[in-house]
């Protein structure tokens, strides 16, 4: 049922248009002045165009998804893989995920370790229950724009142990 | 989409003629939903080229169902038969947002949730031949990529590679477009059918380029994230039920009754909105018929109960982010309200994303009170049933609260912003006495 006409709907029904009017100017004037907030670009048309742009946001380097697979799949060794990452690096913690889809199936166990004692990791690592370590830092001089760091600084190396 | 107009066209009931751009809105997502359920189940038993034949069986029963209710005289019209040239060119406004998001779309990488989280699954699903094996929702080394998410839009992706053959991230492009279409033509539909004005729809319609967030310029709708379709089914919800008691349209609760059993099977988050539609429709439904709203709640639940079920089965491991309800420890972390609701306030004052769209919604909510009396309470219960709810399990978080609250309350608060539209929308216009049919008779007829 509709509301009967009173005096605040009169009053309503005159100002209302007026006032949405001044809101759009409002808003289009805000919209006017707001810069866009930089998202990352697709770089690639690769199959994995959307890993490959990440990847090179985060790495600088073209194609990274092609050469982290191929390391991935020259390992017959099915073990978990071990990757390491950097503390407090929103960059390094995307690349350790990206490592983490590329790598399925076979199981990715994540680990925060400073720079400074990855090497002492590692060698715990080595030999028992994983096939391979990444390193993930960007600690490299960050992009002022971006403020994500640039650089080669994803290491993985491959162990050689009993097979499964 | 074929699939979902005719699941659109086997539900819609009444007199009332269905709309283009409601059909295909709702089309798309009723589509999403039956593929990816069909791809869900049938991958239980099928792989490879037999699990992709069934599904098409399933799809091709559909467009039949379809194809025999428009025989049986269900009318499609687009509703611009009656409109002067001016007023038409009014209505397509609406497809200005949707060229933006589309150069958006095709311009951004996927990143973040949208590919470790949602795309991720629709690669592992077409690499095990079409559907997720049971290792993947067990394997404990992947929990943090929210293994135990729902999978609408993860296999609704699957189906594109399944269809392409391979896995290609930019053939996935239109998938999230036509999730932002669907939401603009529902809107579209929403605010032509409460209003009837076309300068109204059209101008609306094309306010989420006025906000950084809503045209994919910010927050990641763009980069894959499942926010938007979330929103696109929550607004197709309340849209339908608010046509509904306005206009007594039933066609329009059948469509909110499907578009609800979707929020829960879209995203976990989408429990919290099924709650808020069921809030909406006690509201619209002022308690005439308990067996209706029976039925109404029945998809969401099923969806909800069958989703818990299927992840206790497969041994899922749990996520470890929120703490178990108990009273002691509501008492304990209540003072975490305040920062909650402050991050709130704040993040809804926030012109940098939301431009004014927030602040002008108290005003739109008084003049659809003053306007429309006891309707205004759909749009009201719509926003603050689920706003009040999100706000919850912040008191339980495990996570550091500045950190969750600044990685996921702006989401949320997007989930909500398309009704925020629609409300400010119809608040614009006075209510209609006629019925809607009468503006959609053939010109000569009128």
Known sequence: MRPRPTFLLHILNRTAPWLWAVALVIALAIRIAQRPDAQIALTSRSALSSVDSVLFQTLGQPAASERILSWLSASVDSRPLLVMLAPGNPGANQTAELISYLAWPRPVDLMIVPASVKERYVEAAQGRKYAGVCFCSLHVAPDPRTGIGIGPALTCASFSGPRP | ?446
């Open chain 2, 1 to 446: 989409m074929a699939a979902g107009c005719g699941v659109v066209l086997s539900a819609w009931r009444g007199r009332a003629p269905l709309l283009l751009t409601e059909m295909l809105g709702y089309g798309w997502m009723a589509g999403a939903a039956v593929i990816s359920l069909a791809l869900a189940l049938g991958g239980i038993f099928l792989t490879g080229s037999a699990l992709v034949v069934c599904v098409l069986l399933c799809a091709g029963i559909l467009v039949a169902a379809g194809l025999r209710k428009l025989w049986r005289g269900v009318k499609v019209k687009t509703g611009l038969r009656n409109a002067r040239p001016v007023q038409a060119a009014a209505a397509c406004l609406a497809l200005l947002p949707i060229a933006w998001v589309g150069f958006h779309i095709f311009r951004d990488a996927f990143a973040w949730d949208g590919l470790s989280v949602w795309e991720f699954k629709a690669r592992c699903a077409f690499l095990s031949g079409g559907s997720l094996p049971a290792s993947f929702f067990s394997d404990p080394t992947r929990v943090r990529l929210h293994t135990s998410y729902p999978l609408c839009i993860p296999l609704t992706q699957d189906w594109y590679y399944l269809i392409f053959g391979k896995v290609d991230q930019t053939a996935l492009r239109p998938v999230i477009l036509c999730f932002f279409a669907a939401a603009i033509a529902i809107l579209w539909s929403g605010l032509f059918r409460l209003t009837r004005s076309y300068w109204i729809a059209g101008i609306v319609s094309m306010l989420p380029l006025l906000s950084p967030v809503l045209s994919g310029d910010g927050l990641g709708f763009t980069q894959g994230y499942c926010e938007l379709p979330l929103a696109a089914a929550y607004l197709a919800v309340v849209a339908g039920l608010w046509q509904w008691q306005e206009a007594g349209s039933e066609g329009a609760w059948n469509m909110a009754c499907l578009a609800s059993g979707l929020l829960p099977w879209i995203k976990q988050d989408g429990a919290i909105l099924w709650a808020g539609a069921m809030a909406v429709a006690l509201v619209a439904h002022k308690r005439q018929n308990w067996k209706r709203l029976v039925l109404f709640a029945a998809p969401g639940m099923l969806t909800i109960v069958g989703w818990k079920l299927a992840l206790a089965v497969l041994h899922a491991p749990p996520e470890d982010t929120f703490d178990s309800f108990s009273l002691n420890l509501l008492v304990k972390n209540l003072p975490r309200l305040p920062i909650i609701v402050s991050a709130l306030v704040q993040e809804c004052a926030w012109t940098q994303s939301w431009n004014i769209l927030w602040m002008c919604l108290p005003f739109a909510f008084a003049t659809l009170l003053v306007r429309r009396g006891r309707a205004a309470l759909i749009p009201i219960a719509a926003i603050l049933c689920p706003l009040c709810l999100d706000l919850i399990p912040y008191i339980f978080t495990k996570l550091p609260l500045g950190f969750h609250l600044g990685s996921s309350l702006d989401r949320l608060i997007f989930q909500l912003a398309p009704v925020a539209l629609l409300s400010i929308g119809v608040s614009m216009h006075a209510p209609c006495a006629k019925p809607m049919e009468a503006d959609l008779r053939p010109a000569s007829a009128a």
